[in-house]
């Protein structure tokens, strides 16, 4: 299908003001789709639609708070009358040990990660339905295939999100909406950034960051040509599948890939340092 071929649909996208969910928009806005940014950040949602311009309209809203999610979607529906596409993008993650996390922490990722996408996509179906060639783009991660030890609450949402979207992917026949995921591994946006410095993750830095219009490409390759799931890295995707078909082997396998993970970490911390992102101050690093 060519790209023009989409030109007038509408697409909400959550997440939409940070650095994958714009990098979306724009390689959207550029087939001629309207987008509408959903965050919770108004300043980010403000820069975001001046940089892409009068086809992007921000929406403030609070994904962990799930009645209101239901006025999102109305007020998508007041503004343009229809929905085309939905992305589910949004998504946090936390530092500190599971045991340590405050109960609050726990289920506030589980709503942005898991809930909130579930939810929203249910709620979304009809209008998607109603398009004739409706879509859920979902980022997901390849912390849906491989247990990331660090943070096992991410890893907990990601594996979810995965099954279900695989499992509507799969039932698209009967329900007639196209259903997919985007994988990426480690992506640079600010999250990650901060993840870097406040010690998250070691495990997410074996390889450099991929950027974020690494994953917009592939979303946009969802939108041409839809699959059940796309990599933007396919040699990451082989191993990590085959690490998983010998699970009882990884407490031996974990080891080895945080040694490579904790030199990435440090070779990626350098990296912000030099471009001016992050200082070293009294032993600790803190962003600038």
């Not at 928009?25 to 009068?54: S, Y």
């Not at 985007?182 to 070691?202: F, Y």
């Not at 490579?260 to 200082?279: D, F, M």
Request: net charge positive.
């Amino acid at each position: 299908m060519t790209s023009h071929a989409f030109s007038g649909r509408v697409a909400l996208v959550t997440g939409g003001a940070g650095g994958i969910g714009r990098a979306v928009c724009r390689g959207f806005i550029e087939r001629g789709i309207v987008c509408v940014l959903a965050d919770r950040d108004q300043g980010a949602l403000d820069r975001a639609t001046a940089e892409l311009g009068p086809s992007a309209v921000g929406v403030q809203v609070d994904l962990t708070d799930l009645d209101a999610l239901p006025g999102l979607l109305d007020e998508v529906q007041q503004r343009y009358g229809r929905l085309d596409i939905l992305v589910n993008n949004a998504a946090i993650t936390a530092t500190g040990h599971f045991e340590e996390r405050s109960l609050d922490s726990i289920v506030g990722e589980l709503n942005i990660n898991l809930i909130s996408p579930i939810v929203l996509t249910r709620l979304a179906f009809a209008a998607l339905q109603r398009s004739g060639d409706g879509r859920v783009i979902n980022t997901v991660s390849l912390g849906g295939i491989f247990p990331l030890p660090e943070t096992g609450i991410y890893s907990a949402t990601k594996f979810g999100l995965r099954g279900i979207m695989l499992c509507l992917g799969m039932d698209h026949e009967r329900h007639g909406v196209r259903v997919g995921n985007v994988m990426p591994s480690a992506t640079e946006t600010p999250m990650l950034m901060r993840e870097a410095v406040e010690g998250g993750n070691t495990l997410q830095f074996m390889d450099p960051p991929q950027q974020p219009a690494d994953v917009a490409r592939q979303v946009m390759r969802m939108l041409e040509a839809p699959r059940l799931e796309r990599y933007p890295r396919l040699g990451e995707s082989w191993s990590v599948r085959l690490a998983m078909l010998l699970p009882n082997l990884l407490p031996r396998l974990i080891p080895l890939f945080r040694k490579k993970g904790v030199r990435g970490h440090a070779r990626y911390l350098e990296s912000l340092r030099q471009r001016g992102l992050v200082q070293l101050r009294e032993g600790r690093w803190e962003m600038l």
